[in-house]
Structures are given as C-alpha cells and as structure tokens.
C-alpha cells in the first residue's frame, strides 16, 4: 500500500505569529507520528510572510527532537542558495543528533523571488551547477579517503538519503541519472507531472541507495466531517494561491464561504490548474479522491499537505486521512 508523509511550510496564520506556527507544526509532527505517518518534511521558502520554515534544518532539529520515531527532513532545501559542504555539515549533524531519521530532498529553484535569490548567494548561475552541487555534496557523505582535503565533520560516513525535487522534466532526469528516489511538487506544479514520471521510470539506473524507482508525489488533502466543511477549509489556501500569484504574497488567511464563487476567471483557471491535485471532502471522498490519484499515478508514496487556517482542523484533516488510509489497506 502507498506510504503516507506530511508535508509543512509550517503556516503563518492571519494575526498569529512564527512562534506559535513552529509550535504548531511540532505538535502536528507529534500527531503524525502517533497515526503512522512514515516522514515529516519541512520545506525552505525565503521572503515568504505565511512560511515560518524558511531556517529548514533548524525546524527540522525542532521538530526531530520533539518526535521519537517519525522520519524528519527537507521537502527540500533549494540547493542553488547555499554551498554543498554546509547542506553536508548541516544534516551530518542532524544524523549525527537523530541517527536514522533524516531526509535530505533538493530542489534546483530558489524557492523565492529573484531579489530574494540574489540576497541569498548572490549569485543567480548557481542553479546552472544543480547536478555538480548535488554530486558534491553526496559525496561529502562518503567516509573520508587517505588524504582528502576538504571533509564534511559532521557528515562523512553518514547514511542520510538524498531525493531530488521537481516539477519538471529536468528533475526527473536527474534522479533517473543518479539512481535517486524522485518527488514530485504536484500540490503546486502539477502540469508535467504524468511526462515527468514516465521519463524518471523509464530512464532509472540503479544506484548504491536505491535499485528501482521509487516516487513520492505532492498532494494537497483537505478531510472533514463533510464536503460542505472540507471545502471552506480549502478556501484558505487558495485565496493564499490568488494572492501569491498577484504578487501579494502574505500570512494564511481565514476561509471564506463560497470563496471560488466571485472570482474573476482568470483566478478561477489558474486554481484549477495549479491545485489541480487536491482531494477536499468528507472521509468517503477523500477515500475516492486517493484511490483514483493513486491508480492513475502508481505512487509509491504522499507527500501530503494541508494549508488550514485553524491548527485543530488541520490535525483533524491528517487523522481523517490516516484512518482512511488503514481502511483502504485492510480492503487491499
């Protein structure tokens, strides 16, 4: 049965703070862990006022130390904004803190924009060396050999397995080339996903971490007691999509009754398109809603998020999941 993970930007609500949204998002990893999810991944966001992850192997320390068994990593650290042998130090240390528990994905974007970008590295070539970078730094995870120069302490000799993200062909070839699992941003970016697999699968080498294909896609789930509830809980994100998009990124706000409804059509074409891959609903449909995604995809694995206003709803929407998800196991 396909594994179920959780995946947090860990929101900044309207009129909340990034201390109470680190805070949530520990507590949420605490509940995660208790249903049986198998992975809580935070992901890096930069200049973003509803993202409270932005210092993601930070969070991710937070949240591993508050939790006992769940897996805890990046979905992803955007590699292009930071050197390799610092990502290498970075999660050499939390393996180090949390042997066998870290995840490290990595993204080619700068998860930002282009101002931002340039305040980070300052250097706007640098997603040009993806592929170099990537190599680089799995190599400073290899035990130190007789003479070399520059060693990762914390690091080498460490097993944290890499993925790589995407939301385009170029990851997926990428992680075919090096043998990697592969995750897909389908929550957001889902135009390519169906090509995007075919091309990892069908290209895949196997490598020392991984013999087969294995793909984890992005999905937004959105579960309540009704479809009526579901769907309100689901306005708060895509109100913070339309605002995003009309350049005024800012917290998570509140849902709102009808919210799909008065949009002009523009914003209502590019929600469909962009969260495309969401399943809002009563338990019953979201059971419907993941059988179907996961039939036409063959995933191997969620990665599942939900951008809800309200903490208690969201826990609620990742219980509902996670009994729907045992259900469907016993039937399989």
Not at 139 to 154: D, L, M, N, S, T
Not at 182 to 199: I, K, M, N, R
Not at 260 to 270: E, I, T
């Amino acid at each position: 049965m396909t594994a179920l993970s959780v995946l947090d930007l860990s929101p900044i609500t309207q009129g909340s703070t990034a201390t109470q949204s680190l805070a949530n998002s520990l507590d949420l990893a605490r509940h995660a862990e208790r249903l049986g999810y198998k992975r809580y991944w935070l992901a890096e966001h930069h200049n973003m006022p509803g993202i409270a992850s932005a210092a993601t192997s930070v969070v991710i320390a937070h949240v591993a130390g508050g939790t006992k068994t769940i897996r805890v990593g990046a979905g992803g650290i955007m590699l292009p904004n930071h050197a390799p042998l610092v990502i290498a130090e970075q999660f050499g240390t939390l393996a180090a803190l949390f042997p066998g528990r870290i995840d490290l994905g990595l993204g080619r974007a700068p998860g930002t924009d282009m101002l931002t970008a340039r305040a980070l590295r300052r250097n706007l070539e640098s997603a040009d060396n993806f592929p170099q970078d990537v190599v680089e730094l799995m190599g400073y995870f290899q035990p130190a050999e007789e003479g070399q120069r520059i060693r990762a302490v914390p690091g080498e000799g460490q097993t944290v397995p890499v993925w790589i993200l995407g939301s385009s062909l170029y990851g997926a070839q990428l992680a075919a080339l090096l043998g990697l699992p592969y995750a897909f941003a389908s929550h957001f970016a889902p135009a390519e996903l169906d090509h995007a697999l075919d091309v990892y699968r069908t290209r895949f080498q196997p490598s020392a971490q991984l013999d087969k294909p294995y793909v984890m896609l992005g999905l937004n789930v959105f579960a309540a007691p009704t479809d009526a509830e579901a769907k309100l809980l689901f306005s708060s994100l895509q109100q913070a999509f339309v605002n995003l998009r009309s350049g005024r990124p800012g917290q998570l706000p509140p849902p709102v009754e009808n919210y799909d409804r008065d949009l002009d059509p523009m914003a209502k074409s590019m929600l469909a398109q962009a969260l495309s891959c969401a399943v809002v609903g009563s338990p019953e449909t979201v059971r419907q809603g993941i059988d179907a995604f996961i039939r036409r995809t063959g995933a191997d694995e969620l990665m599942v998020t939900a951008q809800c206003f309200d903490h208690a709803a969201r826990v609620r929407s990742f219980e509902i999941l996670a009994d729907v998800h045992k259900s469907m196991s016993k039937a399989a």
